[in-house]
């Protein structure tokens, strides 16, 4: 199976700032089938970005995909306190469908 | 919109089947992938399977021969059915969409998620 790598696990970060958090293949994800997911607690994943870097309908704009082949980023711009969240990635390229171990986004 | 929602046991004892049942509503189950995923508490969404309305299956390797996914089209429902299960089938349980577009049937990926319902093998 195609397992997913996310770096950082966490990160502190400020209201206003911008992060990228890091979505690593062991393999070329077929199609540039990769996904980004929004998770809160006590709440289902929500779609962010769909095929690498294709805004999933209510997702703002302030979210952003790039990448292809093994090597994906999900940036953040201008965070919003609604932003603090678990990231997680995920390839439907090939079966079995994996997720990455998410990244936690805290406020510092 | 489509919307999602899984019902069934909260509460199953080792080595017995858990069965649980995704409701649509808002859209049709025809022409279109479902999915399970599970999430363990504190740790990341595994993907379980998924299944075509026609009644099409693909299963997660790692559930070996222990997961049976169905399609009820009459009642727009699909379902899961866990058998012989383990402590470590304790877990939030979510049913999804897959969303197609043109010739890929998993384009969008996986876009419209029940609320989930826990899960938990005890005796």
């Given amino acids: 199976e195609n397992a997913l790598t996310q770096s950082p696990v966490s990160l502190s970060v400020s209201p206003g700032e911008t992060v990228t958090l890091s979505c690593r293949a062991p393999e070329s994800v077929y199609g540039n089938f990769l996904a980004w997911y929004q998770q809160k607690p006590g709440q289902a994943p929500r779609l962010l970005i769909y095929a690498a870097s294709n805004r999933a309908t209510g997702t703002p704009d302030r979210f952003s995909g790039s990448g292809s082949g093994t090597d994906f980023t999900l940036t953040i711009s201008t965070l919003e306190p609604e932003d603090f969240a678990i990231y997680f990635c995920q390839q439907y390229g090939s079966s079995p469908w994996t997720f990455g171990q998410g990244t936690k986004v805290e406020i510092k | ?11 199953v004892n080792p080595s017995e089947t858990l069965s649980l049942t995704c409701t649509v509503s808002g859209g049709s189950i025809s022409k279109s992938y479902w999915s399970w995923v599970r999430q363990p508490a504190g740790e990341r969404p ?3 399977g998924r299944i075509y309305s026609s009644g099409s299956t693909t299963y997660n390797p790692s559930l070996k021969s ?30 999804v969409r897959v969303r197609g577009y043109g010739g890929s049937p998993y384009y969008y990926g996986l876009d419209v998620w029940g609320p989930g319902t826990t899960v938990t093998v005890s005796s």
């Fill in chain 2, 1 to 11: 919109q489509v919307q999602l929602q899984e019902s069934g046991p909260g509460l």
């Fill in chain 2, 46 to 48: 595994e993907w379980l």
């Fill in chain 2, 66 to 95: 222990r997961i049976t996914m169905s399609v009820d089209m009459s009642k727009n429902q699909f379902s899961l059915r866990l058998k012989s299960v383990t402590d470590a089938d304790t877990a939030v349980y979510y049913c």
